[in-house]
Nanobody, 125 residues
Framework: QVQLVDSGGGLVQAGDSLRLSCAAS????????AGWFRQTPGKEREFVAS????????AYSDSVKGRFTISRDNAKNTVSLQMNSLKPEDSAVYYC??????????????????WGQGTQVTVSS
């Protein structure tokens, strides 16, 4: 079993940067793919980025590619999302996720079994 705790959200202005962190419990987390999703009221949770268990490969949605970077530190059981050049449309609750079933870079909500509680990101114009 893995438990995830998201942190790092906040209120920033357009163009600013923010770094989200996800702390995981459980010795097997280093063998799980991990990802970040986001959700706004009334909309489905959408894929943002994912990373393989080794950190050797990553995937991004088109809307964040080139601005966001996902990384992980398996020695510390953490996954991070560096968000640069933030836009108002990036405002959402961001969720960290982990998948024990996939070794590559999963992108669907259904690919992930474990979820953090979410952290709010608000970008003002």
């Amino acid at each position: 079993q893995v438990q995830l705790v998201d942190s790092g959200g906040g209120l920033v202005q357009a163009g600013d940067s923010l770094r989200l962190s996800c702390a995981a419990s459980g010795r097997t987390f280093s063998r799980y793919a991990a990802g970040w999703f986001r959700q706004t009221p009334g909309k489905e949770r959408e894929f943002v980025a994912s990373i393989t268990w080794s950190g050797g490969a990553t995937a991004y949605s088109d809307s964040v590619k080139g601005r966001f970077t996902i990384s992980r530190d398996n020695a510390k059981n953490t996954v991070s999302l560096q968000m640069n050049s933030l836009k108002p449309e990036d405002s959402a609750v961001y969720y960290c996720a982990a998948s024990a079933r996939y070794w590559n870079t999963p992108t669907r909500v259904s690919d992930f079994e474990f979820w953090g509680q979410g952290t709010q990101v608000t970008v003002s114009s």
